[in-house]
């Protein structure tokens, strides 16, 4: 009922930049938080980084202060923005999101939960 599409994705060199985009269209009302995720080959995935309706943001040790993650909810559209790249950071970067949609007259919610289908980011020389 919620689609992400993702763009953004490709090869950076290190120490290089490149923003990631998000956007959900579909039935829903409110968005309560999205956010990337990635998994490199052989590791388990991890958080990158989210943030709530209210701009709360969370961010992985690995990449703080390297990633900034930001949203315009007019476009109903979450970005990161990685800089000072590094090969560890090579993966296939997910979107994510919580939605909420009003299902009746009496405000009654369902949270609904939605996957990208991920872009890969490569870093190397």
């Known amino acids: 009922q919620v689609q992400l599409v993702e763009s953004g994705g490709g090869l950076a060199q290190p120490g290089g930049s490149l923003r990631l985009s998000c956007t959900a269209s579909?039935?829903?009302?409110?968005?309560?938080?999205m956010g990337w995720y990635r998994q490199a080959p052989g590791l388990e995935r991890e958080l990158v980084a989210d943030?709530?309706?209210?701009?709360?943001?969370k961010y992985a040790d690995s990449v703080k202060g390297r990633f900034t993650i930001s949203r315009d909810s007019t476009k109903n559209t979450v970005y990161v923005q990685m800089n000072m790249l590094k090969p560890e950071d090579t993966a296939v970067y997910s979107c994510y999101g919580e939605f909420l949609r009003v299902v009746n007259v009496e405000g009654a919610t369902v949270t609904l939960k939605s996957w990208g289908k991920g872009t890969l980011v490569t870093v190397s020389s």
């Open positions: 579909g039935r829903f009302d409110s968005i309560n938080v």
């Open positions: 943030i709530t309706s209210g701009g709360r943001t």
